[in-house]
């Protein structure tokens, strides 16, 4: 597997390549510190695995160099790591493409363990931003949104907002995993998303609950 770390900070990156090394075995891992040669070392090598910090100064939006990287890097796995939890960058830059979100003070091992789930294929957002997530989206009030979600969708709106899994949600709501399944299946139509985080992102920007 190879990896690519953005962060405009030596120390910083040092330290992520040293957690991939050990997590992954890694065959290469390349480092950027500007979007512009991020977006560079992506095109040439195309690696499985991108970190991003979420403001590099001098360097375009995060939201942007998401996009960027997605389009370029379809298959891979996009990760934004940053010490700031900025709720509406990190909105942005899940909705343009990440499919993660940590912070940089975690604990080596529950950040080794986040990453290990990240490539294989889930979606993992800090509980802290999950939280503020969450929060954004109770404080928020009814919005018209013609969107309609019923009363159970609701619930496992709030409970995914706080990163719960679909056994979690089963177990806090009383449901088979099979009810919470069709719950979420239903959300995804509903708001046009083809993944739980991109349901998220939609529900928080469109004010709902």
Known sequence: MRALVLDDHAVARRGLRTILDEAFDLDACDEAVNGAEALALAARYRPDLVLVDLHVPGSMPVHELCRQLRALLPGARIVIVTAFDRIPEIKDGLAAGADGCLLKDTEEVDLTAALRAIVAGETVIDPRIAQRLASELLGRGNASTGVHLTGRERDVLHLLAEGCSNRAISDKLQL??????????????????????????RASDAGLI
């Open 176 to 201: 088979s995993e099979a009810t919470v399944k069709s719950h979420v299946s239903s959300l995804l139509d509903k708001l046009h998303a083809s993944s739980r985080l991109e349901a998220l992102v």
